[in-house]
């Protein structure tokens, strides 16, 4: 089966470019049979507490990724809220409740940085005392997905010609070699600058 397409950032480094341990060794030799394609994982919830009905990670292509994410989004309540988070933050950052289509609308400003940029992660959520629904995209650019409707997900999916594989690895359980994308593309807006936008447009961090 094809190999995934990876965001031009995100690689696997050279035999020579990693620290010469046994467990990072083993890691690069099972990198090389490692199932990472295109397709989706997908499980129920382990608490009946918790406030969504299944979890999924789902790789695909990445010039098809943020067309997914959109389409994921697009059955989101009304208003949502920005996350995002530095590679090297504990923590992600919320930002306030706003319009979903106002929102995907300047992330599409930026569609090249969040969908490539490997020292980014970014995501959408809607949180309420009843149901939680999020869109995480990983800065290795695979999605992490909380959600209720669980067959309208496997319709998205399908219209993707994304399918179920219970085998599916995921790039970031292996070594992984970032590339600054400003490097790659001198026309972007960098991590930090673009960081710093989120905060200025969505700040006000609150607890959701």
Do not use: C
């Not at 999020?134 to 290795?140: A, N």
């Not at 593309?185 to 200025?200: A, G, I, K, Y």
């Amino acid at each position: 089966m094809r190999a995934l397409k990876l965001a031009p950032t995100i690689s696997t480094p050279e035999l020579r470019d990693v620290p010469q341990t046994q467990d990072v060794l083993d890691m690069l030799e099972r990198r090389k049979s490692a199932n990472i394609v295109e397709g989706y994982k997908i499980s129920g919830r382990t608490d009946p507490n918790d406030l969504f009905s299944f979890f999924s990670e789902i790789n695909i292509d990445n010039e098809k990724l943020w067309s997914l994410v959109k389409a994921l989004i697009i059955d989101f309540p009304e208003e949502v809220a920005l996350i995002y988070q530095y590679i090297d933050d504990e923590e992600p950052k919320y930002g306030e409740y706003v319009d979903k289509f106002s929102l995907i609308n300047y992330l599409e400003n930026y569609e090249k940085e969040v969908v490539q940029d490997g020292f980014l992660h970014f995501g959408i959520i809607n949180n309420t005392e009843t149901e939680l629904q999020e869109v995480f995209v990983h800065r290795t650019k695979y999605i992490q997905y909380w959600g209720i409707d669980e067959v309208k997900f496997e319709e998205t999916m399908k219209g993707f010609e994304l399918y179920r594989k219970e085998n599916l690895n995921f790039i970031d359980e292996y070594p992984v070699q970032t590339k600054v994308l400003s490097v790659i593309n001198p026309e972007v807006t960098n991590t930090q600058d673009l960081l710093d936008l989120f905060e200025s447009r969505y700040g006000n961090e609150q607890l959701l």
